[in-house]
């Protein structure tokens, strides 16, 4: 699957200082995938399993509605980065497929 290892070249500035939480842009598009590859690092138990996770655990975690959350996602999905998997009634599902910052 994909490599959950944080190369400290390829992160952003903003991330290297840890003031991303704090600007009045968060959460874009790199928090959010930022947030998901040290999420899965933290919660995968092995490299080949699939990472997935829902548009609903998003809007918990970042404190925003459904609509601007699923905007992030699809930037995220026609960088590559993220992968749609199915919907359901309440959540879809998406699945972490690639990391920018390995």
Not at 29 to 38: A, K
Not at 75 to 86: A, E, Q, R, T
Request: aromatic share 10%; charged share 25%; with cysteine.
């Amino acid at each position: 699957m994909i490599s959950l290892n944080i190369n400290n070249d390829k992160l952003l500035v903003k991330q290297v200082l840890g003031i991303y939480q704090e600007l009045p842009s968060y959460p874009d598009d790199m928090d959010v995938i930022f947030y998901l590859v040290n999420w899965a690092k933290i919660n995968c138990k092995s490299s080949d399993e699939e990472i997935t996770f829902n548009d609903m655990f998003l809007c918990k975690k970042f404190n925003k509605n459904r609509e601007e959350i699923k905007s992030i996602l699809s930037n995220l999905i026609k960088k590559g980065w993220v992968s749609h998997v199915k919907d359901t009634d309440i959540k879809s599902i998406y699945a972490l497929i690639d990391n920018p910052f390995a």
